[in-house]
C-alpha cells in the first residue's frame, strides 16, 4: 500500500470505528463541557475536539478562564470566530461576571474568575499574585490575546461577540449545561470557574461525571519558567489559582482524572510531527492549527534549534485525547493515549509553617475565623506565595526556590485524594509511522477528517476577498504641523484619534499612533487602532507599541494597573471597544510577533516609531505631542533620546488632577486611600514625574477641566443636530450614547465620563483658540514615592521651580459644536466605514470597490 493509500484506509476506518460508536451511543450522546484559557494549545484542543462527531460527543458550553495565559475580551472574541468558522455558534460561550467574594465568605452570583479566589474580593479590580508569572506582553498574553497575529489573518468573524452587560457568565453557561444533564468536564486552564460553580453549586457535582484536567506535575518538574526561582514544583494551570485546584480535586468530590506534566513531558511537539502537521493541511482546522503553533515556535525554535527540544508541548490537546478517549472507552476500558495509573494526592496552597500569620494570607490574616471554614493551622494556613519575587521562597545562592503553592503533591492520610493520573503517553502502534506516538496520529487523522470541518476562512469567505493598504493623496497639499498622538485605548482615546484624522491637513499631519498596554486597555487592543485607521484610509501612519509596564518596574507584574477592574466598565470592555471594535472594518495590518519570513511585518516599538517620525522632519520642523494615556511612552523617548526636547514643539498631556486648596476629588475609584490621583498618573507615577517635571514644554488639560466637557447629553445633543452624517459620526455617536446608557444602567459603568472628557485634549490642541481658553501657570511636583495614597497626585508647591501650563476654562458650547461639525465633515471622510460594508465589497465584483477608494480622493 502506498503512504497515501494507507493514510486514506487508516482514515477511513476510523472514520467507521467513530460512525459505530456513534450509532451505538445514537440515544445519548456524551456531554462535554471546557474550560479554557485561549491559550495555543487550547486552540488546538478546540479544534480536536470539535471535528468529533456530536452524536457521540457534544460540546454543550465553553467557558473563558480570565485568570491566566489570555484577557477575558480577546479570549472570548476569539473562541467566536473559532466556533464560527466550524458552523458551531450553537455552543453557548461564557466569560467574566462582575459578582465577587464577600469579607464573610458568601459567594455571590457570577463572580467573574478574573482573580484567583485567594484575592477575589467584591470587584474585578486586584493584584497579579500568581497571574505575574505570566509575562503581559511579547511572549505572553500579547501574543496569547492575537494568537501572534494568525487569528486575524485567518479566521473569519462571526456575529457573535462579546457585548457589555449582555454576555452570558462563565458562571451561568457552566451551571446551566450541568442542570441539563451529566457531562464531562475538561479543565485546560487554572480551575477558578468550576471551583467557583462546586461552591456555590454542590448539588451540580452529581451531574459532573468526570473532571479531566489538562495541568499539575507530580512527579515531574514545574514548568513556571519565569517564576522556578521562587517556586520549582508548580505547574502554570495549577499556579494560576492553587486553591481552586485544591477545591476541584480534594474538597468537591467529584472524580478526577489529571494528565499532568508527567505525560505530556513524552508529547513534545517534535521536528517529525511538526512536519507532518506542516504537511497534513486538508482542512482549514488543520491549517488553523499548523499556523497557530507555527507562530509561537518561531520564537522556541530559534532559541533551541530544534522542535525536539523547544520546551513547546501538546499540553491542552493531549488532554483532550485522554478525555475522549475516557469518554469513549470509559476509565478501566484502557485509554488509546495515556498509561493511566491512580495516585493519591493533594494541591499545595500555603508553605510551613502552618499557622502562622505573616499578611500573606488573607483567608486568615486578620480574621477572627478563617474564611470558608477553613482550618487553624490546618494546610491552608500557612506563608501563601505573594508574588515571583517572594522573599520567604527565594533560597540564598540558589535558583530553586521552596515555595510548592500548586504543587501537585503525592501524600499519604487524610489529605490524601485518589485520583487518576496519566503519566506517559502510548506508543504509536503502527511501527512504519514516522510519529512515534498513537496520540500524534490520531490528532492529525482527526484535524485532516473531511466531516465537521471548518466551512470557510477569511478570505475564502467572500468571493473578491482582497486585502488593500489605503493612503490619502498628498499631491498638492500643504502638510501641517507634525503630530504625535499617544494613546492607551480608553474608549475617549478612539474618538480623539477619529477627530484627528478629520482635522484639515494643512494645520495638522498625525505622523504616528503611539499606544501602550498599562493603561485601560491591554496591548492587543492595538488591532482596533489599526482598525480605525484602516477605516478613516490611513493606512500609511506607523503604530507603535511601548512597554506594558510602568517605569521603573519589572516587565512582569501589574504594579499600578492593578486598579483597573477587569470586568465590566474595565478590560473586558476596553478591549473590545465596548462591543463595538468587531463594527469597524478589518485592517489587513494588525499585531504580528515574529515572523521569520518577514522580520519587516512585526510589529514596532513606540521608540522605533518615534526615531522614523524625527528622521522625516524637515530643517527646523518640531513635533507637537498630544498624550491621553499613562505618560510611560514619553517618558521612555525623553529618557533614550537626549535631542527629546529640542524637536517637541509641545506636549498636551491629558491627564492628572492638580491637588490645591479645593476640594475636588480625583478619579481613581478603585483604590480609596489615594483621594486626589487621576488614574493616567496614578498607572504610572515615575513616568508622569519623569516628563511633567522635565524641560519639555507642556499644557496640562487636567481632570477639572475634562469635567467641564464630560457632559453625554452636550455631545450628543451636538451630533444629532448636524443635517448631515458620516460613517465616523455614526460610529462615535454609537460609542458615546453606549457608555452613556451603561452608566445610566449599572453602576460599575458609573465612571463612562472620564472617558468622554478626554477628548478635550485633541479638540484643545487643533482648535484651541476657538474655545475660548483660559490658561493658568502655576508651580507643582508630581509624587511618585510608590506609596499607593499619594502616587500620582500633583501638588502645587510655592517653591517649585517646575511651572506647568494648565487648562482652566473654555467654552464648552463652543467645544460641542466643533468636535461634532469635525466629525459630520464629509471631507476626508471613512473610506470604508463599516465591517458590513466591507463584507459587501469583498461580495461583489472589483469596480465598485475601486469607486469606494475614490471617494478619499476629494
Ligand atoms: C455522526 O454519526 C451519526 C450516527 O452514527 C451519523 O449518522 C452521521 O452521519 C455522523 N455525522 C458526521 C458528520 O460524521
Ligand atoms: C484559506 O483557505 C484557502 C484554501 O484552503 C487557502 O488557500 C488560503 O491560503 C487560506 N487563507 C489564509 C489566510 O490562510
Ligand atoms: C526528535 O525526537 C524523535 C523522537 O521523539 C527522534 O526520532 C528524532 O530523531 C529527533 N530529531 C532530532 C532532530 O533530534
Ligand atoms: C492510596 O491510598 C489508599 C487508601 O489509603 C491505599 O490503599 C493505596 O495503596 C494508596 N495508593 C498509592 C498509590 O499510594
Ligand atoms: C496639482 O496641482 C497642479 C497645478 O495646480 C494640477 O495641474 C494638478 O492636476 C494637481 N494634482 C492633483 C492630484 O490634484
Ligand atoms: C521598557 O522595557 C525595556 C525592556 O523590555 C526596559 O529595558 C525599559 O527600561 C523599559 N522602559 C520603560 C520606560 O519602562
Ligand atoms: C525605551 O524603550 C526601548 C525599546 O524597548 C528600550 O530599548 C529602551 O531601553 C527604553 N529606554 C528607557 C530609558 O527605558
Ligand atoms: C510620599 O509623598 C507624600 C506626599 O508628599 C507624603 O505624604 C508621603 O509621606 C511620602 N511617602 C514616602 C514613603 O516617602
Ligand atoms: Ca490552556
Ligand atoms: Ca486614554
Redesign the pocket.
Known amino acids: 500500500m502506498s503512504p497515501h493509500a494507507r493514510a486514506a484506509a487508516v482514515a477511513m476506518s476510523l472514520f467507521l470505528a467513530v460512525a459505530a460508536a456513534g450509532v451505538a451511543a445514537a440515544a445519548a450522546p456524551r456531554r462535554l463541557i471546557v474550560d479554557t484559557d485561549m491559550d495555543t494549545d487550547d486552540v488546538l484542543a478546540l479544534l480536536y475536539i470539535l471535528k468529533h462527531n456530536r452524536s457521540e460527543f457534544d460540546v454543550k458550553a465553553i467557558t473563558v478562564n480570565a485568570n491566566e495565559w489570555s484577557d477575558a475580551g480577546h479570549a472570548a472574541n476569539h473562541l467566536y470566530d473559532i466556533l464560527y468558522m466550524m458552523g458551531r455558534d450553537d455552543i453557548p460561550v461564557g466569560v467574566g461576571g462582575d459578582g465577587g467574594i464577600s469579607d464573610a465568605g458568601d459567594i455571590h452570583r457570577d463572580v467573574g474568575g478574573y482573580l484567583p479566589l485567594i484575592d477575589q474580593g467584591l470587584s474585578t479590580a486586584g493584584g497579579c499574585r500568581y497571574r505575574q508569572a505570566v509575562p503581559a506582553g511579547r511572549g505572553g498574553r500579547l501574543d496569547i490575546d492575537t494568537n501572534c497575529g494568525e487569528w486575524r ?2 479566521l473569519p468573524q462571526g456575529p457573535r461577540r462579546y457585548r457589555p452587560l449582555r454576555q452570558p457568565t462563565a458562571q451561568r453557561v457552566m451551571s446551566d449545561a450541568l442542570a441539563a444533564g451529566p457531562a464531562t468536564v475538561l479543565l485546560l486552564g487554572a480551575h477558578t470557574n468550576l471551583a467557583l460553580l462546586l461552591m456555590t453549586r454542590p448539588d451540580l457535582a452529581r451531574n459532573v461525571e468526570r473532571v479531566v484536567v489538562s495541568g499539575g506535575a507530580v512527579r515531574a518538574p514545574g514548568n513556571l519558567f519565569t517564576a522556578s526561582a521562587a517556586n520549582p514544583a508548580a505547574e502554570f494551570n495549577f499556579f494560576g489559582d492553587p486553591f481552586a485546584a485544591h477545591h476541584v480535586l480534594a474538597r468537591s468530590g467529584v472524580p478526577v482524572t489529571l494528565v499532568p506534566l508527567d505525560a505530556t513531558n513524552t508529547v513534545p511537539v517534535t521536528d517529525e510531527f511538526y512536519a507532518e502537521l506542516r504537511r497534513r493541511q486538508g482542512t ?1 482546522e488543520a ?1 488553523y492549527a499548523f ?1 497557530s503553533l507555527d507562530a509561537v515556535l518561531a520564537r522556541h525554535v530559534r532559541r533551541s534549534g530544534s522542535h525536539n527540544d523547544t520546551g513547546y508541548y501538546m499540553w491542552d490537546s493531549f488532554a483532550a485525547g485522554v478525555a475522549i478517549s475516557s469518554m469513549r472507552r470509559g476509565e478501566t476500558g484502557g485509554n488509546e493515549f495515556a498509561e493511566l495509573e491512580y495516585m493519591n494526592v493533594t494541591v499545595v496552597t500555603s508553605n510551613k509553617p502552618y499557622g502562622v500569620r505573616d499578611g500573606s494570607n488573607p483567608f486568615f490574616d486578620g480574621r477572627a475565623t478563617p474564611k470558608f471554614g477553613l482550618k487553624e493551622g490546618g494546610v491552608h494556613s500557612g506563608h501563601v506565595q505573594t508574588g515571583i519575587r517572594d522573599a520567604f521562597c527565594l533560597v540564598p545562592g540558589s535558583n530553586k526556590g521552596r515555595c510548592q503553592d500548586g504543587y501537585t503533591k503525592e501524600v499519604s492520610g487524610p489529605e490524601a485524594v485518589r485520583v487518576h493520573v496519566a503519566t506517559t503517553a502510548k506508543p504509536n502502534t503502527d511501527k512504519s509511522s514516522p510519529l512515534d506516538k498513537e496520540f500524534y496520529k490520531n490528532f492529525l487523522e482527526v484535524l485532516n477528517l473531511p466531516e465537521n470541518t471548518g466551512r470557510f ?4 469567505q467572500f468571493p473578491y476577498y482582497r486585502e488593500v493598504l489605503y493612503k490619502p493623496d498628498f499631491r498638492n497639499v500643504s502638510r501641517g504641523k507634525p503630530v504625535i498622538f499617544d494613546m492607551d485605548m480608553s474608549p475617549g482615546d478612539f474618538v480623539s484619534l477619529i477627530y484627528l484624522l478629520k482635522g484639515p491637513r494643512d494645520v495638522i499631519d498625525l505622523k504616528a499612533v503611539l499606544v501602550n498596554g498599562n493603561g485601560w486597555a491591554n496591548s492587543a487592543s492595538i488591532d482596533i487602532v489599526y482598525d480605525v485607521l484602516h477605516m478613516m484610509g490611513r493606512d500609511d501612519i506607523p503604530v507603535g507599541l511601548g512597554n506594558t509596564t510602568a517605569l521603573g518596574n519589572p516587565t512582569l507584574g501589574c504594579k499600578n494597573s492593578y486598579a483597573i477592574p477587569h470586568g465590566s466598565g474595565g478590560f473586558i470592555d476596553s478591549d473590545t471597544l465596548y462591543g463595538l471594535a468587531r463594527s469597524l472594518p478589518r485592517s489587513p495590518r494588525r499585531y504580528m510577533s515574529e515572523d521569520l519570513d518577514h522580520p519587516e511585518r512585526r510589529q514596532p516599538h513606540a521608540y522605533d516609531v518615534w526615531q522614523t517620525v524625527k528622521k522625516q522632519l524637515g530643517p527646523g520642523e518640531k513635533i507637537t505631542v498630544l498624550t491621553s494615556g499613562p505618560l510611560t511612552n514619553l517618558a521612555n523617548i525623553s529618557l533614550s533620546d537626549k535631542d527629546a526636547s529640542s524637536v517637541i514643539e509641545r506636549v498636551y498631556v491629558v491627564g492628572g488632577h492638580i491637588r490645591d486648596s479645593g476640594r475636588e476629588r480625583g478619579n481613581v475609584f478603585t483604590v480609596p486611600s489615594n483621594k486626589y490621583a487621576e488614574f493616567n498618573m496614578f498607572l504610572d507615577p515615575l513616568s508622569a514625574k519623569t516628563v511633567l517635571e522635565s524641560s519639555l514644554k507642556i499644557t496640562l488639560i487636567p481632570l477639572s477641566v475634562q469635567r467641564k466637557v464630560a457632559s453625554f447629553e452636550g455631545v450628543l445633543a451636538a451630533l444629532e443636530q448636524r443635517t448631515k452624517h458620516t460613517p465616523e459620526s455614526r460610529f462615535v455617536h454609537g460609542l458615546i450614547s453606549l457608555l452613556q446608557e451603561l452608566q445610566r444602567k449599572q453602576r460599575l459603568y458609573r465612571h463612562m465620563d472620564i472617558f468622554l472628557g478626554e477628548v478635550l485634549g485633541a479638540v484643545y490642541m487643533v482648535q484651541g483658540s476657538d474655545l475660548e481658553p483660559s490658561v493658568e501657570v502655576k508651580p507643582v511636583i508630581i509624587v511618585a514615592n510608590t506609596t499607593e495614597s499619594t502616587d500620582g497626585q500633583i501638588l502645587v508647591r510655592r517653591n517649585s521651580a517646575n511651572l506647568l501650563k494648565i487648562l482652566h476654562n473654555l467654552n464648552d458650547g463652543v467645544y460641542y459644536n466643533n468636535l461634532a461639525n469635525s466629525l459630520a465633515n464629509d471631507k476626508q471622510s471613512a473610506v470604508v466605514g463599516s465591517f458590513e460594508e466591507q463584507k459587501a465589497i469583498w461580495s461583489r465584483p472589483q469596480k465598485h470597490f475601486m469607486a469606494d477608494i475614490a471617494k478619499d480622493m476629494k
Do not use: A, C, L, V
Not at 457 to 460: D, M, W
Open positions: 489573518g485567518f482549514h491549517r499556523r476562512n477569511i478570505s475564502t
